[in-house]
Nanobody, 122 residues
Framework: QVQLVESGGGLVQAGGSLRLTCAAS????????MGWFRQAPGKEREFVAT????????RYADSVKARFTISRDNAKNTMYLQMNNLKPEDTAIYYC???????????????WGQGTQVTVSS
């Protein structure tokens, strides 16, 4: 079992930045690939970014490439999502998740946090 807790969400103006944090506890964090997903009202949960267990491989949704950066610190059992040049369409609840392998599919992930709200005003 892995427990995940997101933080760092909030209200920001378009063009601004936020850094989300995902703190993990329970089973060994470094054993898992990690991902960020988001869900806007009335929409399905969508992939944002994913990172391999050692941080050596990352993948991004096309909509966030060059604006968002995923990273992790296994010594601190923590993952991050640096979000720059935010747009109103980035408004959503952001979730972190853990999986046995790197993936962009929500069904691959066994463990999920409760989410943190990100709101970008125009």
């Amino acid at each position: 079992q892995v427990q995940l807790v997101e933080s760092g969400g909030g209200l920001v103006q378009a063009g601004g930045s936020l850094r989300l944090t995902c703190a993990a506890s329970g089973r060994t964090f470094r054993n898992y690939a990690m991902g960020w997903f988001r869900q806007a009202p009335g929409k399905e949960r969508e992939f944002v970014a994913t990172i391999s267990w050692n941080g050596g491989t990352t993948r991004y949704a096309d909509s966030v490439k060059a604006r968002f950066t995923i990273s992790r610190d296994n010594a601190k059992n923590t993952m991050y999502l640096q979000m720059n040049n935010l747009k109103p369409e980035d408004t959503a609840i952001y979730y972190c998740a853990a999986a046995n392998s790197i993936s962009g599919r929500p069904s691959t992930y066994a463990y999920w946090g409760q989410g943190t709200q990100v709101t970008v005003s125009s």
